[in-house]
């Protein structure tokens, strides 16, 4: 199926829950609504005609600039986004979702985000929810480790956030 | 040495046994196997056929730090990674020597400004004898600074000073004489100008 088809697709299932498609781009891709994610993946990975068996990629991005002088050019609201990318083995299609998330939950700095973890329907997704975890500070609800995988266990912060303040010294060690 | 040609019988040797010590010392240090980041595949090529380490007597990689004389730390050390390397360095038997090998070990490298889990140089968590610069260095520099360590090690002196030492009393140590590397630039006597 091309991408096209695919959001044909989830359209006529998920209506409104698919809430946007970028279709001219090298990786076309397809935005979920964060509620519908779990529901969304599980279609797209057992329904025979889309059969997403492999999980490429799953990553964050942090769509923020902490600078003030260059927040006016910057074009984008503050949010994070959760993005996967799918293959299928049998049909050899690709897509790409991508989920929006705000950049703390309720608005309130501290609190991670959330998100369901996909990690019941891909397995890989387990490492790449921790890695995106530790480094983004997401939340991934029902993952049954969720601890840092890079990082030591006792870091503070999520260091690929924007506005992530380094550490200035680390058990003793002097950090800059 | 032609005075002392023929003077004696095959297989005898004249030496001090500071020199003999430090002689065998020199010529047998055991590195740690251990490498963190790229510099490690340098190290290994310096430990390989083509520069051959094992030249100076520090090929025999040791897998544990209870059977090493050095350490070189050939990589980034990771504020994870530098209480590891620290445990390491404590279970080194004396006497022990560390060459920094890399920016990153040198001063944080490449990694110095954004690099937010990386320390700013192996000497704010061990002691290093000799930095080797370079991203990474070649062989040859890692060759140069294993010459430098046993240059260290030549200087190290196990006498003590004469008529210091007497029953119950422990003699004053000679200081080692740190041999001060032929690049460095510092002159040690600096030449007298006459204006
Ligand atoms: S100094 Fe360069 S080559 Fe060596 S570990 Fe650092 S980044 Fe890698």
Redesign the pocket.
């Given at each position: 199926m091309t991408p096209a088809e695919i959001h044909q697709h989830l359209i006529a299932r998920f209506g409104d829950r698919i809430t946007g498609v970028k279709l001219d781009v090298l990786d076309p891709w397809v935005e979920v609504a964060p509620v519908a994610l779990l529901e969304v993946a599980g279609h797209l990975r057992h329904d025979p005609a889309l059969a997403f068996d492999l999980l490429t990629n799953l990553t964050g991005v942090d769509y923020c600039e902490p600078d003030p002088k260059k927040a006016a050019k910057f074009g984008h609201e503050p949010h994070l986004e959760v993005v996967y990318h799918l293959f299928s083995f049998p049909h050899r299609h690709h897509v790409v979702l991508k989920v929006k998330l705000p950049r703390w939950h309720d608005d309130q700095p501290g609190q991670l985000p959330r998100l369901d973890s996909v990690s019941g329907i891909w397995a890989i997704a387990d490492w790449h929810e921790r890695e995106a975890y530790d480094l983004l500070g997401i939340d991934f609800t029902g993952h049954p480790n969720l601890r840092r995988i890079l990082c030591a266990e006792d870091w503070v912060g999520h260091p690929l956030r924007k506005d992530y303040e380094f550490p200035l010294e680390y058990h003793g060690i002097r950090g800059r | 040495m032609t005075w002392l040609d023929g003077r004696f019988e095959e297989n005898l040797i004249v030496t001090t046994l500071e020199q003999g010590m430090n002689w065998a010392r020199q010529s047998s240090i055991w590195p740690m196997t251990f490498g963190?980041?790229?510099?490690?595949?340098?190290m290994m090529a310096a430990g390989a056929s083509r520069f051959d380490l094992d030249r100076f007597g520090a090929g025999a990689f040791r897998a544990t730090p209870r059977q090493a004389d050095l350490m070189i730390v050939?990589?980034?050390v990771t504020f994870k990674m530098a209480s590891r390397v620290r445990r390491l360095y404590e279970q080194m038997p004396d006497p022990k020597y560390v060459i920094a090998?890399?920016?990153?070990?040198?001063g944080g490298?490449?990694?110095f400004k954004w690099g937010y889990h990386v320390v700013k140089g192996v000497d704010l968590v061990v002691p290093v004898d000799v930095y080797v610069p370079?991203?990474?260095?070649r062989p040859e520099a890692l060759l140069e600074g294993l010459m430098r360590i046993q240059d260290k090690i030549k200087a190290r002196r196990v006498g003590k000073v004469t008529g210091t030492a007497g029953p119950g009393r422990q003699g004053e140590k000679i200081f080692d004489e740190l041999p001060v590397p032929h690049h460095s630039g510092c002159a040690t006597r600096p030449e007298l100008l006459e204006v």
């Open positions: - | 963190l980041a790229c510099c490690a595949i340098e050939a990589g980034t090998m890399g920016a990153c070990t040198v490298g490449p990694y370079g991203c990474p260095p």
